[in-house]
């Protein structure tokens, strides 16, 4: 499980459906969150601004 608070995060991988919409992303770790789950560490100040472009 992911560390709410105090860590930063860099997105690896894009996860898209069979109709190219993003549905989730893989981190750095290994974790793989939902694009709702993204949205909020994002403003949270979670990810960082180093996120890779898939």
């Keep these: ?3 709410r608070y105090g860590s930063m995060h860099i997105i ?3 996860i898209r459906n069979n109709n190219d919409d ?3 992303y893989t981190l750095e770790n290994g ?9 909020c560490m994002a403003s949270q100040g979670q ?3 180093d996120t890779i472009k898939n």
């Design 12 to 14: 690896q991988k894009v």
């Design 1 to 3: 499980m992911l560390e």
């Design 31 to 39: 974790e793989i969150i939902t694009k709702e789950e993204a949205l």
């Design 47 to 49: 990810l960082s601004d």
């Design 22 to 24: 993003v549905i989730a």
